[in-house]
């Protein structure tokens, strides 16, 4: 199946995932993008700088998913303690395509101080004008505090950020800042974003398939490395989808493959303390988990191109009789793509190794399934495929999350190995 998707769709879909990990600030990629590109239209940056610039702003904070509660509220502080988590996790994530090539070293340091940088990173190399920017502008949105009308909030917000010229912010920056910020509508534009003219614009370009993979495992990676509990699910449910699909006969599987990969996005919304809790949950946890393929379906719609991805990975909790969560199809809308889609995240998380415990052995897991099937839980015909070529699709989903544990391993220590090589933040001596 030929997946038509435009560049500006999937990136739209990537920014969400910020507003999901962290609701309480939901739209502040948006926000800093206007702010952002008002103050580069002060500095004389042409349409194609402001095009970059905006994308690295949405995208900006694309590495918290990794955060903690208490480590995202740090970032809801004027002065960030510390912000290298989330700027290297970022970097990372984002240097796993080449489409985001001119923006990577802008995410890095986007909350560099100015006194502590001089304009260069610990190496001796130029940090781009671009993270100095995003950083005004950053601060400016969690200065805004709601609780007047913007245009009485304005003065306080532009004093604390002038007072800071030199300091914390690049003179240049802040400059460009105060001229743009005179205008009323700067701050309208950015506090009414829905309403705003300013922003990334939709080009209509179109992804190759190799582009559309490379976007898609950002996701996966961010579904996936937000807990090392979940670090390789995904990977295993893709590798036991497209194998169950060219057993029951599809030609091609990339739709099974993407579905598989994104089945969870909506776990973004559910906190660590909750995914990683040591005991049973209380009703209210439970509830919040039940939440995620709703937010799945929600996230992968808005995208026209992922629509249909987005019904096949979004039934995974679903059941064929009727009693599973949270959309309950009926048979004619529970489609063998669904089917098999959930039959493999069931079998994925059942012979998984968790680092609580190990994956169970065939007998257990197929006993477990065919009491599944029995009830109609799951389709008879698909489990009828995992029974008759287990040993197969086992093989195939444990060399698929070996593949991606090695993965996980390493993105970890490659984002140790840059987190002390960003250049420390100024902190005034102690006195
Ligand atoms: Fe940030
Ligand atoms: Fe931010
Ligand atoms: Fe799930």
């Known amino acids: 199946m030929d997946i038509q998707i435009s560049r500006a769709e999937l990136v739209r879909t990537l920014a969400a995932t910020q507003d999901l990990v962290c609701p309480v600030v939901a739209g502040h990629g948006k926000r800093v993008a206007i702010f952002s590109s008002l103050i580069a239209e002060a500095l004389g940056y042409t349409t194609k700088e402001r ?44 240097s796993q395509s080449a489409l985001f090539k001119d923006i990577t070293n802008t995410i890095l340091h986007h909350h ?44 306080r917000i532009i004093k604390t950020i002038t007072e800071l010229s030199g300091t914390l912010f690049c003179p240049k920056v802040v400059r460009a800042f105060e001229d743009a910020s005179a205008r009323d509508a700067f701050w309208l534009h950015g506090v009414h974003s829905e309403y705003s003219t300013v922003g990334l614009q939709d080009t209509g370009e179109m992804l190759s398939t190799p582009q559309l993979l ?65 005991g049973p949950l209380t009703d209210e946890e439970r509830a919040v988990i039940e939440t995620h393929p709703f937010y799945t379906f929600s996230m992968l719609n808005q995208a026209k191109g992922l629509r249909d991805i987005a019904r096949t990975a979004s039934f995974h909790q679903d059941k064929l009789n009727g009693r599973g969560y949270p959309f309950r199809p009926v048979p004619e809308e529970y489609d ?6 959930a039959i493999s995240d069931i079998f994925t998380a059942l012979t998984e190794d968790r ?45 698929a999350q070996i593949e991606a544990g090695n993965r996980y391993e390493e993105f970890w220590r490659e984002t140790a190995a840059i987190m002390e090589h960003i250049h420390p933040v100024h902190r005034p001596p102690d006195n």
């Not at 006194?115 to 950053?138: Q, S, W």
């Not at 060219?246 to 990969?261: E, S, V």
């Not at 063998?336 to 889609?341: E, F």
Request: charged letters at 25%; glycine letters at 6%; proline letters at 3%.
């Open 355 to 399: 680092p609580y415990r190990a994956g169970l052995d065939e007998s257990s897991v197929l006993g477990i399934m065919r009491k599944m099937t029995d009830e109609l839980h799951l389709d008879p015909a698909i489990f009828a495929l995992v029974e008759s070529n287990y040993n197969h699709l086992n093989a195939v989903r444990h060399a």
């Open 112 to 155: 560099v101080h100015w006194d502590a940088t001089k304009g260069f990173d610990i190496e001796g190399n130029p940090i781009p004008l671009d993270a100095y920017i995003i950083h005004l502008a950053d601060r400016i949105d969690i200065s805004i505090t709601n609780k007047h009308q913007i245009l009485t909030e304005m003065k």
């Open 336 to 341: 063998i793509p669904a089917r098999i889609l």
């Open 214 to 278: 490379e976007l898609v495992d950002i996701l996966t990676l961010a579904i996936d490395y937000k807990s090392r509990f979940t670090s390789t699910h995904s990977s295993g449910v893709a590798a036991s989808a497209v194998e169950l699909g060219k057993l029951a006969g599809f030609k091609d599987t990339l739709h099974l493959q993407l579905a598989g990969q994104l089945h969870d996005l909506g776990k973004l919304i559910v906190p660590n303390e909750i995914l990683e809790k040591n």
């Open 51 to 94: 095009e970059r610039l905006m994308l690295a702003a949405e995208l900006h904070d694309i590495g918290c998913f990794t955060l903690s509660i208490t480590e995202m509220k740090d970032l809801h502080a004027f002065d960030v303690l510390a912000p290298e988590k989330h700027c290297a996790v970022g970097y990372i994530l984002l």
